[in-house]
């Protein structure tokens, strides 16, 4: 089924198929599919790495602590968790929150795709690693990459650390993450100062 999701017309849709995916081992041992959620019409798509505990019991991204910091810091900057669409790479919680594998995110990069096609954000803002590192299909890491805007899809991708490794960094990465979606902010009101082509 996943060759066809370019068809499908509806987020509706496509997260009936997701509900009902088996193509990967992570499909054994999730509670919940975790799809995503918030507005389909925004202008800011964010996209995390995979579900944790709470979100697979929930069947909602980032529900947990990281999550509330997230609500939080849109906060800061006028955009409410409703305003925005939350989803991940791998839409399966990996046994005990472990990284997930490249044949996973393989396995779960079409309902992806299609989500930020079906939606098509002005800019969509990756957190952490994994979703940066798939979607900027670049090998850098997150720390060299954040602080830019990037030209990507005809929109707008800015990079910024996981909302967890500001629990476990503090201030610095908290601050880092205030910058990117400053950055965000600006982008959606029609202010970008700088971006670098992808």
């Not at 939080?72 to 409410?80: M, P």
């Not at 952490?128 to 060299?144: C, D, P, V």
């Not at 030209?151 to 476990?168: D, Q």
Request: glycine fraction near 10%.
């Amino acid at each position: 089924m996943r060759g066809h999701l370019e068809t499908i017309e509806t987020l509706d849709e496509l997260a009936s198929i997701a509900h009902g995916c088996t193509e990967c081992s992570l499909a054994e041992s999730r509670t919940n599919v975790v799809f995503g959620s918030g507005s389909p019409t925004t202008d800011v798509m964010i996209v995390g790495e995979a579900p944790g505990q709470q979100e697979d019991v929930e069947g909602l991204p980032f529900v947990g602590r990281s999550g509330r910091l997230l609500d939080k810091l849109l906060g800061e900057v006028d955009l409410d968790r409703g305003d925005v669409y939350i989803a991940n790479v791998v839409k399966c919680r990996p046994p005990s929150n472990r990284d997930p594998r490249p044949d996973e995110i393989d396995s779960c990069k079409g309902y992806l795709r299609r989500q930020i096609e079906l939606i098509d954000p002005k800019v969509v803002l990756t957190l952490g690693n994994f979703s940066m590192k798939l979607l900027l299909n670049t090998t850098t890491g997150i720390t060299r990459m954040r602080g830019t805007a990037y030209e990507w899809w005809g929109r707008f991708l800015v990079p910024t650390f996981h909302p967890a490794a500001a629990l476990r960094g503090g201030d610095r990465v908290t601050n880092d993450i205030r910058a990117d979606l400053s950055l965000v902010r600006n982008i959606i009101d029609g202010n970008v100062v700088y971006t670098d082509e992808r």
